[in-house]
């Protein structure tokens, strides 16, 4: 079966419309248990929801009359609707809903890097939807209620889209899309930045400063709170006609490993450059911000890339994540913990409290090593594939451990400059400024600081 949910409720079979429940309530509650399949929903949300919390004396027999009824319509289609205690619930069983498949697809476009491929998802999702949510189905109350989480992912998905377009330079589309939608979301900072991009970019500097203004003026007056980073930062970049607006908001200093975009080691140590995944792009003091390791994949990858694992052990590790994703996801974590306090070490070398905290990490570490023949012939310690998904943890730590007791130590230094942040070594002690162009250090006049 084809359900239909994004506009006027339908229910196909084989392409040809099927007649589901004579009443508009049976067809609601049909809705309801469609939004999630295979997800229990009980009686006394369904009443709650039917009603809007003011049910009559027979609401929970009514509710197990319209379950009947829909269960003779679509029993003879395989569509199963299961008591499960005292609720109700859709068997998935391989049917189609489009709720559902537009999620998927969102969440799909999330995952590419190809602007291209990006946009072609998007355009996919967002051509399911037919209208609001069970439009001849739910009132208005009840679908103000039900809706909320559809209409986020619907305006996550144009923001998407717009910043792929902004990448393909199209950022005509992007500002007809992008307009009657902040004109119903004018708070929505997110759609506002992307709006104010599109249009400095189509030679309107002045609607993308008025935008901001009035974007400001109702925070301040309605929520009591000045615009937040991003917004902040595109805003300071329009006045200044900073040419950064002009390029594709992908980063410039990355490089591509297994289709995942891993930040361009200029640290110097793969201990430095750990700590250069967050660092630079805007971040507000007193850490940096732009974050490279979004998923356990990126982490994963970067460890086989600055060479701390090798690539049989990075395939392992990215299988194990498929099959393990919530193990992945605690990994994850526990790396961006030892890197927050290795870059607080980093910095402030007297920060005793940050250097015993990656030493309880080192410690876990070397428990995981094996001594290996290298294809040099050399022998190196290299973690153990036995630790499973925290292995890219426990490289980092033992790399971490290897720089704090290196002499070189002594020799990193620290870009001051508030939207950079970035550490390196200097050997030579002749180093004045970090390798990133982005960051202003130069033009500013402010030199990097030993660490």
Excluded: K
């Excluded at 805007?282 to 990126?298: K, S």
């Amino acid at each position: 079966m084809d359900f239909r949910l994004l506009g006027p409720f339908e229910a196909r079979h084989e392409g040809q419309l099927v007649e589901v429940g004579s009443r508009r309530q049976e067809r609601c509650l049909l809705g309801v248990l469609l939004l999630d399949p295979g997800r229990l929903v009980t009686t006394e949300r369904l009443i709650d929801l039917l009603w809007h919390g003011a049910p009559p004396g027979s609401a929970r027999g009514a509710v197990h009359t319209y379950i009947g009824r829909l269960r003779a319509s679509l029993t003879p289609y395989g569509v199963r609707i299961s008591t499960r205690g005292d609720g109700y619930l859709v068997e998935p069983d391989g049917h189609r809903v489009d709720v559902t498949e537009f999620a998927a697809l969102v969440r799909q476009a999330g995952g590419v890097s190809d602007p291209a491929e990006r946009v072609s998802l998007l355009d996919r999702a967002l051509a399911l939807r037919r209208g609001p949510l069970l439009a001849d189905t739910a009132d208005d109350e009840l679908r103000e209620r039900l809706h909320a989480p559809v209409e986020e992912l619907r305006l996550v998905a144009v923001e998407l889209w717009a910043q792929a377009q902004l990448a393909l330079d199209r950022h005509t589309l992007a500002i007809t899309e992008l307009t009657p939608l902040v004109a119903r979301y004018p708070t929505r900072e997110q759609l506002v930045a992307i709006l104010m991009t599109a249009l400095y970019r189509d030679a309107r500097r002045a609607e993308a400063l008025g935008l901001y203004r009035r974007t400001r003026d109702l925070l301040v007056a309605e929520l009591g709170v000045e615009p937040g980073s991003r917004l902040r930062e595109v805003h300071r970049r329009v006045l200044a006609d900073d040419d950064r607006l002009e390029r594709t908001v992908q980063p410039a200093y990355l490089v591509r490993v297994r289709d995942e975009s891993l930040p361009w080691s200029v640290g110097g140590h793969p201990a430095l450059d750990f700590c250069n995944t967050f660092a630079g792009w805007g971040h507000e003091p007193p850490l940096p911000g732009a974050e490279w390791l979004r998923g356990y994949r990126t982490l994963a990858v970067w460890t086989g890339h600055v060479g701390l694992a090798d690539e049989v052990a990075v395939s392992r590790l990215l299988h194990l994540a498929q099959r393990s994703p919530d193990e992945a996801d605690d990994a994850l974590t526990a790396a961006r913990a030892l890197r927050a306090e290795l870059y607080a070490c980093l910095v402030d070398p007297d920060d005793r409290r940050a250097f015993d905290a990656v030493a309880r990490y080192a410690e876990a570490a070397a428990r995981t090593l094996v001594f290996r023949r290298d294809v040099d012939g050399r022998g190196r310690w290299w973690p153990d594939l036995a630790a499973g998904l925290r292995l890219p943890v426990h490289a980092a730590a033992w790399s971490a451990a290897q720089l704090l007791a290196d002499p070189r130590r002594l020799t990193v230094r620290t870009c001051p400059g508030e939207r950079c942040g970035w550490l390196f070594l200097d050997e030579t002690g002749l180093r004045r400024w970090c390798s990133l162009g982005t960051c202003g250090s130069r033009e500013a006049g402010t030199p990097c600081r030993s660490a």
